[in-house]
């Protein structure tokens, strides 16, 4: 059963709200700015007033300082429109195929194990092995080797239980470990307060970030 949950937790109050923040001290600013102003006319020697290039000069400034306010504004809005449109990508991966980074997988009924490796050099072959949760061979597989690039493999159907997948490449005669990337189903998607809080709940493979996604998994 899939679930999507914490969106209560992304939602915040004007109080909280950075953006709505960054608008009141805008206008406390201009406040400021307009009383310091008032006060320094105020209170000049009337014998040795101040040259109106000078206010002009402040006024300059204070219209960068608006600027600079304004721009983070703006910039915050769009950060957080940001955040709610990959909220509502990671909910739709509901019930998806997605590549994590994993090597070991908990199957609760009979399913194949499956996933890919991304091999960023050139290799004389390249050798997947699966393995039982106490350590014994199950099935071996040579990928059919097509260059740089991301291989994919599938183990047939397998009993309920824990395994762990290893994978090497023969580089210049001699095995190298590969990082495998297990491929599961998205059963359920924590969204926090940022994108960063997003975490997806991934059958047999446990939860992981929404940025830790390889990529989806190819379902054939």
Known sequence: MTAISGFANATATTQTNPVARNSVEAEGLSTMFLELLVAQIRHQNPLDPLDGTQYVSQLAEFANV???????????????LL???QALEA?????TLVDVKADAVVLEQRAAVR???????????????LYSADGNLVSEQQLA?????????E????????Y???????INGRPQPLQTWLSGEVERVSVGASKDDIMLQVNGLGNHG?????QLAYKG
């Open 66 to 80: 608006e600027s600079l306010q304004a721009m983070k504004i703006s910039l915050n809005k769009n950060s957080n």
């Open 83 to 85: 955040d709610s449109l």
């Open 91 to 95: 909910t739709a991966l509901v019930g």
């Open 115 to 129: 996933g890919a490796i991304n091999l960023g050099v050139e290799a004389e072959a390249v050798n997947v092995k």
């Open 145 to 153: 080797y097509s260059g740089v690039g991301t291989l994919r493999f």
């Open 155 to 162: 183990f047939p159907a397998q009993a309920v239980g824990g």
């Open 164 to 170: 762990y997948v290893q994978a090497t490449a023969t």
């Open 210 to 214: 929404l940025l830790e996604i390889n």
